[in-house]
């Protein structure tokens, strides 16, 4: 047998002992594909609790909370007389916001004085806050400008006439990629991929770090007949195989239910995929390379995966951090391939304008040869062994 | 009794010398608690985003266009990085990522508008990052208010002249928007101090389920392979969950003390609130950690798991997405893991003001979490450490 095949094997015969490890290559990747997919329910967030304070009791008022009531988005569950009172509400988050409908609101708004309609959103939960925001401006300025289009009609001009004149300018946004400003759209698949990179990377750490710090890892080189090369690939290609698995399952779980528009960008989003497993197992062990002590370098990578949930430019745009952290990103595998998948999303794959994230995310695979006689002279020396 | 206290005082020095001689744990402590505590905070420092690259396609050349051009751009949301003339270009741009978003401004913009009718142009906005959406969408809808405003005044003579009049005879009405709780409606304002109190979690679970799985590992017991009874195991976990809540109490001085005063983040509690809370909170964890720690035979092997669960924990929390809004599984979660109550509660206390009496709930689940971890962690068997 080769030496290839016989670490190959004798991988498998320590994958079979260790569900640990069946866990963390099977299990893991698809709970959190399910995770992911849902965890946001509907991915739109409807019928947000909200409250009115309303000084005026008029007909009026009450069709504006009516007017507030059909929106999808929001629903009206309380009515407060005091801001201290509705303000303890927002606290509570029992609301999310409330609007103060004003004294003699109804007067004012039939006589043409000056009406102000404040409302109150909850922006330390943001994306909430801004929600209710954009639903409340919507809903508020097309009410104050109500008086004006029955006026219109009762002077026998269109609704339409006078809403024209009222805002001649309009814009139809087109949200690139995520129409319905969908929450699963926008996070699910990013960080299915996020919780992908650290699950790689501690593993391989973890299998590898194993067999330093156990002092096992020479009867490992000898299986491979002390040729470093062949006893990492033979170790890591059990685990290869069942991430890449797995992530295509986790991209299946996500994206068949509404799959990418463009025929093949699956097949793509695949490839990349493969891309991204083999690059941070690549990056992992490149840096227990570097310093092969199990405990230090577990941690570290723990760190070091947590931190792809930001520098992936998901959540929090690269270009407005410090431009230190956006070059930092760069040594991430899920920078690269959040670029490439969004590039094949959303503007129908067209990946030549992320060549070269293509490029760097493929040479990943490369940097462990860097390291790989640092390895193995770490492991001859039996320095690590016991090390943390 | 005395045994008893003489266990207590044991455990609490083996505690000490397991993390001072395990550089593993040194490393998480130090490097989790002070180098994320900063590195998140310096992620997040420019707080808001600012001049999302626009590109503006400009088939109108007019004055209308222009106008709306320069109020675009006049915005600190929205930076005009280029206007074109044809749409091939604009959509190069937005496919190359040196622009998020595209505004078209049709040829008949101007025309529509001199005519009374309306006029639309089109915003195609990237949500690849959900900010700069709504930075560029607020940008836009802002501009073309006050455009509206304008031109508004330009249309006059098209109003049929009693509505003329009963228009002009109006005085203004408006919604006003207050942002609560966060007034710069800054990003680092809202995210950071949920991340601090994730760390103290994390950094706590991994180090303590380290040093059991550690344990395991080598074999050590207690009481040098002793089988104990009820009441010592409760001595010896609580005197563990002591070490760590003084550790972590010192350390939370650090992170959820002075580090919203560096950084100017939203820091509104008072010392007894943020005792009151964080006592429950790190019983909790340390009760929550020693109860995982058992499911593990070495020590590195709890970390293939934690790291992976603290990104999920952010979603249950209920800060990002509303909790009633989750599936009910996952709200149960939220009542399972100490993290999710207890950083929903100190956002409410450290950012909205709550007293005690408002976050009762949460005080109360994490009192419930901590009789039921201290029982899990106390269960007879010989994954007891």
Not at chain 1, 59 to 71: D, E, F, K
Not at chain 1, 126 to 133: K, P
Not at chain 1, 330 to 341: C, D, K, Q
Not at chain 2, 293 to 299: C, E, H, P, S
Request: charged residues 15%; proline residues 5%; aromatic residues 10%.
């Amino acid at each position: 047998m080769s030496g290839l095949g016989r670490v190959f094997g004798r991988e498998l015969g320590t994958i079979s002992r260790r569900p640990l490890l069946w866990i963390v290559t099977l299990g893991v990747p698809l709970f959190s594909a399910l995770l992911m997919v849902t965890i946001f329910g509907s991915g739109q967030m409807r019928k947000l609790p909200i409250g009115v304070i309303d000084n005026d009791f008029s007909a009026s008022s009450r069709a504006l909370v009516r007017t507030i009531n059909s929106s999808p988005t929001l629903s009206v569950v309380r009515h407060f007389t005091e801001p201290s009172e509705a303000l303890r509400a927002v606290r509570s988050r029992e609301v999310y916001g409330y609007v103060v409908i004003p004294h003699d609101f109804s007067r004012d708004m039939t006589s043409g004085s000056r009406v102000e309609i404040p409302y109150y959103y909850h922006y330390a939960l943001l994306s909430v806050g801004a929600q209710v925001e954009s639903t409340l401006r919507t809903l508020l300025t097309m009410a104050t400008l109500k008086p004006l289009i029955l006026t219109a009609q009762e002077m026998a001009t269109s609704e339409q006439r006078a809403e024209e004149f009222l805002t001649p300018l309009n814009t139809s946004p087109y949200p690139l990629g995520n129409p319905q400003l969908d929450y699963h759209t926008y996070l699910s698949e990013p960080f299915f991929f996020v919780m992908l990179q650290i699950v790689v990377m501690l593993t391989v750490v973890y299998v590898v770090g194993s067999e330093v710090e156990s002092g096992s890892a020479k009867e490992w080189l000898e299986k491979a007949r002390g040729n470093m090369l062949v006893a990492l690939v033979g170790k890591l290609l059990p685990y290869a195989a069942a991430f890449v698995a797995t992530s295509l399952a986790g991209l299946c779980i996500i994206y068949l239910p509404s799959p990418p528009s463009e025929q093949g960008t699956l097949l793509w989003l695949a490839v990349a995929t493969i891309g991204l497993v083999v690059a941070s197992m690549a990056l992992a062990l490149f840096i227990f390379s570097l310093f092969p002590a199990m405990g230090f370098v577990i941690s570290a990578v723990s760190m070091i995966g947590s931190l792809g949930a930001t520098l992936s430019g998901v959540t929090f745009p690269l270009a407005s951090m410090y431009s230190i952290f956006r070059y930092l990103a760069y040594a991430l595998p899920i920078r690269h391939f959040t670029l490439i998948s969004q590039q094949l999303l959303y503007t129908e794959g067209n990946v030549g304008a992320v060549w070269w994230n293509v490029a760097l995310l493929a040479g990943f695979a490369l940097l462990p040869l860097l390291t790989i006689r640092r390895l193995k002279r770490a492991i001859c020396s039996g320095k690590y062994e016991n090390y943390a | 009794m005395r045994n008893l206290l003489r266990l207590f005082a044991l455990s609490l020095r083996r505690e000490w010398r397991d993390i001072a001689t395990s550089k593993a744990s040194l490393l998480v402590i130090v490097g989790g608690v002070v180098m994320y505590g900063l590195l998140y905070n310096f992620l997040y420092r420019p707080n808001e985003v600012e001049e999302a690259p626009v590109v503006v396609v400009d088939e109108a050349h007019s004055h209308l266009s222009r106008r709306l051009v320069s109020l675009l751009n006049a915005s600190p949301k929205a930076d005009i990085v280029a206007v074109v003339a044809n749409r091939s270009e604009g959509v190069k741009m937005l496919s190359e990522g040196s622009a998020v978003a595209m505004l078209y401004l049709p040829n008949d913009l101007s025309q529509r508008i001199g005519r009374g009718e309306r006029s639309t142009f089109v915003t195609i906005a990237s949500t690849a990052s959900f900010l700069y959406y709504e930075a560029v969408a607020g940008a836009v809808v802002e501009s073309m208010l006050t455009l509206d405003g304008e031109l508004r005044r330009d249309m006059a003579w098209l109003l049929p002249a009693p509505l003329l009049l009963a228009y002009e005879g109006r005085e203004s009405a408006e919604a006003v928007g207050n942002a609560l709780f966060n007034p710069t409606k800054g990003y680092a304002d809202y995210l950071v101090p949920v991340v601090l109190v994730l760390i103290v979690f994390q950094t706590m679970v991994m180090v303590v389920a380290m040093t059991s799985g550690g344990r395991r590992a080598k074999g050590t017991t207690p009481l040098r392979g002793r089988r104990l009874h009820w009441g010592a195991r409760v001595t010896v976990t609580l005197a563990r969950s002591v070490f760590y809540c003084v550790t972590y109490g010192l350390l939370s001085l650090f992170l959820l003390g002075l580090l919203p005063h560096l950084f100017d983040l939203p820091h509104l509690a008072d010392a007894q609130t943020m005792i009151t809370l964080l006592v429950p909170y790190l019983l909790a964890t340390s009760l929550f950690g020693q109860a995982f720690g058992r499911l593990f035979a070495d020590r590195d092997s709890p970390l293939l798991l934690i790291t992976f669960f603290s990104v999920g924990l952010i979603f249950i929390s209920g800060i990002s997405y509303p909790l009633e809004l989750l599936p009910e599984g996952w709200q149960v979660a939220h009542y399972l893991l100490p993290a999710a109550p207890a950083t929903l509660a100190f956002v409410e206390v450290g950012s909205m003001g709550a007293s005690i009496a408002d976050i009762a709930p949460q005080l109360a689940t994490l009192w419930s979490q901590t009789a039921l971890y201290l029982l899990l962690a106390t269960l007879p068997s010989r994954s007891f450490r």
